[in-house]
């Protein structure tokens, strides 16, 4: 099964960088999209980004764009997501995600990164 696991998060300040990373497992991910969701305390979870495996396509949740960027690196079976210009409502766990093209439904999850932004 494949298995995601998250790292990277910490504290930063408003206006600082962070990359998150996501090592992947479990599968050949030639035929997937990976990527990113948040999920803030009270709030519903957020898709934030979500980049195709094999010809690397991205989507941007609109409260992202501009300021954070997904990539990942094949041989490494890893995805990142680079974080700039952070703000205070960026703080929450972030969720590195998998799911086949074919399905609707994002079927794997990581268990999550706390990213937290300071004024």
């Known amino acids: 099964q494949v298995q ?3 790292s990277g998060g910490g504290l930063v300040q408003a ?9 992947a497992s479990g599968g050949t991910f030639t035929s997937y999209e990976m990527g990113w969701f948040r999920q803030a305390p009270g709030k519903e979870r957020e898709f934030v980004a979500l980049i ?17 960027t997904i ?13 700039n210009s952070l703000k205070p409502e960026d703080t929450a766990v972030y969720y590195c995600v998998a799911r086949r093209t074919d399905r609707g439904t994002w079927d794997y999850w990581g268990q999550g990164t706390q990213v937290t932004v300071s004024s």
Do not use: H, P
């Not at 094949?74 to 990142?80: D, G, P």
């Open 15 to 23: 206006g600082g960088s962070l990359r998150l990373s996501c090592a």
């Open 52 to 68: 195709t495996w094999s010809s690397g396509i991205t989507y941007y949740g609109d409260s992202v764009k501009g300021r954070l």
């Open 4 to 6: 995601l696991v998250e």
């Open 71 to 83: 990539s990942r690196d094949n041989a490494k079976n890893t995805v990142y997501l680079q974080m």
